[in-house]
Nanobody, 124 residues
Framework: VQLQASGGGLVQAGDSLRLSCAAS????????IGWFRQAPGTEREGVSC????????SYADSVKGRFTISRDDVKNMVYLQMTDLRPEDTAVYYC??????????????????WGQGTLVTVSS
């Protein structure tokens, strides 16, 4: 089982960035994927997730209207399109998989597998 997050980088406030998460090794293809982030000195927090069951999505209030999650089940990829980035979006972003639930959630403890993270830095 492997999750590989990529796409992070250094951008300016107002810029856009797309993160990618490649999932492999899962016995089933019906799992939910979430994006989380962790800034220095803070706890990891949920950003967005997408359900395997019906494709429903959820977003943290802080990113609603700016971030969009999507998935390509043929390629086993999940994307996080981030627009209008702000300095407070600076963090290491992780993708994670929940293999048990049909719905998706933004709770860290509900996820079973985690990628290594990709750093997003937004300068003002």
């Amino acid at each position: 089982v492997q999750l590989q997050a990529s796409g992070g980088g250094l951008v300016q406030a107002g810029d856009s960035l797309r993160l990618s998460c490649a999932a492999s090794g899962f016995a089933r293809d019906d799992y939910s994927i979430g994006w989380f982030r962790q800034a220095p000195g803070t706890e990891r927090e949920g950003v967005s997730c997408i359900s395997s069951y019906d494709g429903s999505t959820s977003y943290a209030d802080s990113v609603k209207g700016r971030f969009t999650i999507s998935r390509d089940d043929v390629k086993n990829m999940v994307y996080l399109q981030m627009t209008d980035l702000r300095p407070e979006d600076t963090a290491v972003y992780y993708c994670a998989v929940d293999v048990w639930r049909d719905y998706c959630s933004l709770y860290v403890y509900e996820y079973d597998y985690w990628g290594q993270g990709t750093l997003v830095t937004v300068s003002s």
